[in-house]
């Protein structure tokens, strides 16, 4: 692959195999962002599981205390009073058969779907559409409950769903490279956290395989993953 100008001039100040605590990863990583917009920061890590084993999958959420810096845009599948809670909570889409219907027919313009359980008999029909997109209300991620209003106020301020993929991996937004290094440190430290803390008991050897922090158009700074286990101390 071609890599423009910019691009090369970021990755010369990364030596290859050089490995960074999470301290200087962050500066380094708002150092070089070069994109003319403000850049997401992500971080990839790598896990030693097997996912095709239930019992070896990694999932989850967790509130960014800073947030992502990300608009959320929230849609409830709701009925009755719960309609009321949802947009008093600050919802951007609330109904019901209504947005079912729009959804087989193919809109998808949220970026969390929140259901209560009564809906789920309809919305379950809906797996073939949202499942591959990410979009399926589920239990494990607090997405089907009748805490609508909780649920809507955490993904507006930055609550965020996490599952490994079939390779063993897991990317997250961290926030955004106009965050202050304080924020985007106490972001990283509440995620990782939460990684290590998930680690399943059929998890043997090296869990944290390595870590890498980016932005949207950078290089990535990989993590020295001693630096991360005594950093999320």
Do not use: C
């Amino acid at each position: 692959m071609k890599r423009g100008k910019k691009y090369r001039n970021v990755k010369q100040a990364n030596p290859g195999g050089t490995a960074y605590t999470v301290a200087e990863a962050v500066t380094k990583v708002k150092e070089t962002a070069y994109g003319n917009f403000d850049e997401t920061v992500e971080l990839s890590l790598r896990l030693g599981v097997d996912p095709r084993h239930a019992d070896q999958i990694v999932r989850g959420t967790v509130v960014m205390p800073n947030g992502t810096g990300k608009k959320v845009k929230v849609l409830v599948l709701t009925k009755g009073d719960k309609e009321k809670e949802a947009k008093e909570a600050g919802a951007d889409l609330v109904g019901g058969e209504d947005y079912i219907e729009k959804i087989k027919e193919g809109w998808l313009e949220a970026d969390v779907i929140v259901a209560t359980p009564d809906m789920m008999a309809q919305v379950g029909k809906l797996g073939k559409i949202l499942g591959p997109r990410g979009l399926m209300p589920n239990p494990k991620s607090g997405t089907v409950t009748f805490e609508v209003a909780k649920a809507v106020k955490d993904f507006k301020a930055g609550k965020i769903e996490y599952r490994v993929d079939k390779a063993g991996n897991i990317g997250a937004p961290v926030g955004k490279v106009s965050f202050s290094p304080e924020q985007l440190l106490e972001n990283l430290k509440v995620f990782l956290d939460a990684i290590v803390k998930a680690r399943p008991a059929a998890s043997k050897g090296t869990y944290l395989k390595s870590a890498t922090l980016s932005s949207t158009m950078g290089v990535g700074f990989r993590l020295d993953t001693q630096d991360v286990t005594a950093f999320i101390r």
